[in-house]
């Protein structure tokens, strides 16, 4: 019986050793604390590598460096969010504060606060650069384009004001540029000798709008480029319709007004009015009217933001605002710190009473001086009328009759 039991016991001890190691797992590898998954990996080498092609100062970077530099900051990065901060400081190396990048839709408050101390932190760790804080226009406040006529010295001058274009859609843009157009057409009509084009306090927005709108006073044809990594792309404005030209002359229409195009007095004196809170797409309007001949500019130094970004979708909702392009006359000279005025004006800080705008003021007296008055008015010639000569009245005769 020894023998049985003996075996009984030998099997027992088989079967527990057998059970215990079935019951353990194999050995996991240790996850790392940098790790990166693959979808955050692939998410943030896609805005990497839009920023590398698109990016206006994409040929300054060292990308190797920054892309290991990127990735070491978005070490444990579970999905596309987590990599925003390396993304914050990503942008940050190309020396542009005018890109961005604009959250996707459906972020919780808490998740947004963290990632603004993020952007924050990164913004704060670029070089800083002593520069005085603009003063704010204070016509900044303009809503809506707006026009009269000016009349001096018997002449009739169009005034105009261009606020910002913040339209999101082609309804809201062609609106603006309609808006415009008629004002346009309303002063037209009242024989202007020359115009007065305010973009004080315009921010920017959409440049296509107030291109088509202000277009007639421009003048026809290329009035301006896009300077970008790859060449130079033209603006133009013809017929009422607005766009970029490639090299071999074919048209991408921006924006186009189904009216028929109005004619204006070609080549009339334009006097530019701009402030510091003329910005962006307001600059890129003055740099169109640069070069133009017979113009000038009055008021204050613009913002130095004349430059254009293009927005790049990324698969999260998020997207990319990136410079791709810094703005040039039609004669190719860029304006990389923004235009400085022909006749400077200081800054104010509340609209000026009526009759106290300096800059207006001094842009009607350089209309005044660069056109013509208007001609004499002819000389009145009395109309002399004859007296008519009078006839002798016939005499009475006075018939006696009989009695």
Not at 273 to 302: C, K, N, W, Y
Request: with cysteine; hydrophobic share 40%.
């Amino acid at each position: 019986m020894k023998y049985p039991i003996r075996l009984l016991v030998c099997s027992l001890i088989l079967f527990g050793a057998t059970c215990g190691f079935a019951s353990k797992k194999p050995p996991q590898p240790a996850t790392s604390p940098t790790a990166i998954t693959p979808d955050a990996a692939a998410f943030l080498n896609n805005a990497l590598d839009i920023m590398q092609q698109h990016s206006l100062h994409a040929q300054s970077v060292d990308w190797a460096d920054l892309r290991t530099e990127a990735f070491k900051r978005a070490a444990g990065a579970f999905n596309p969010i987590d990599t925003y901060p390396a993304l914050y400081w990503a942008l940050v190396q190309l020396n542009d504060p005018s890109s961005r990048l604009r959250l996707p839709p459906g972020l919780y408050p808490d998740q947004i606060a963290l990632l603004k101390q993020a952007e924050q932190e990164a913004a704060e760790s670029a070089p800083r650069v002593a520069q005085s804080a603009p003063t704010p226009s204070p016509f900044a406040s303009r809503g809506l384009p707006d026009g009269h006529i000016v009349t001096l010295d018997g002449r009739n001058f169009g005034y105009i004001s261009l606020p910002r274009c913040s339209a999101k859609d082609n309804d809201g843009l062609l609106l603006y540029a309609s808006d415009v157009r008629r004002i346009l057409t309303e002063l037209s009509a009242q024989g202007p000798k020359g115009w007065i084009v305010d973009l004080r306090g315009n921010g920017g927005g959409n440049m296509w709008p107030m291109l088509t709108g202000i277009g007639p006073v421009l003048g026809e044809g290329v009035v301006g480029y896009f300077v970008t990594a790859d060449g130079n792309i033209p603006w133009f404005y013809q017929d009422g319709k607005t766009g970029t030209r490639t090299a071999t002359g074919l048209e991408a229409v921006s924006l186009s007004l189904s009216d028929s195009p109005l004619r204006v007095t070609p080549m009339a004196p334009v006097a530019v009015l701009m402030d510091d809170g003329t910005a962006s797409s307001a600059e890129a309007i003055a740099v169109a009217f640069h070069a133009r001949p017979d113009t000038r500019f009055f008021g204050q130094h613009t913002a130095g933001k004349s430059t254009a970004a293009q927005g790049f979708h990324l698969d999260d909702g998020a997207e990319l605002y990136l410079t791709t392009a810094i703005d040039a006359d039609r004669t190719g000279k860029q304006f990389p710190d923004g235009l400085a005025p022909d006749q400077p004006y200081p800054a104010i800080s509340a609209l000026p009473p009526a009759g106290s705008d300096a800059a207006l003021l001094g842009a009607q007296t350089w209309l005044v001086a660069n056109t013509a008055p208007p001609p004499p008015p002819a000389p009145i010639v009395p109309v002399v009328r004859r007296k008519a000569r009078q006839r002798p009245r016939p005499k009475k005769v006075i018939v006696h009759q009989g009695s």
